[in-house]
């Protein structure tokens, strides 16, 4: 089974490299793998680029520099 972990990033700058850490590292149980969905919603911190350079296979980044907030109801 895989479990997907999503993590939305706006000017995570000084935290991005902790938290990818420590999702990368959590335990899952056996039998289980992890991909890892990092979404930049419009970053100018350069948070985008951080996540960009991460090269790691289960790790997918989104981002088109865009920042569209939350939805509004």
């Known amino acids: 089974m895989k479990i997907s972990v999503i993590i939305p990033v706006y ?3 000084r935290t991005f490299d902790q938290v990818l ?13 992890k991909e890892i969905v990092v979404v ?3 970053s100018t911190d350069g ?3 951080i996540a960009r350079s ?3 296979p289960r ?3 989104y981002g088109d520099g ?3 907030g939350l939805p509004h109801r």
């Open 11 to 13: 000017n995570e700058f």
């Open 21 to 33: 850490e420590r999702v990368r590292e959590a335990p899952l149980p056996q039998g289980c793998s």
């Open 40 to 42: 930049d919603d419009g």
């Open 47 to 49: 948070s985008l680029k």
């Open 54 to 56: 991460v090269r790691d």
């Open 59 to 61: 790790v997918t980044v």
């Open 66 to 68: 865009v920042n569209r």
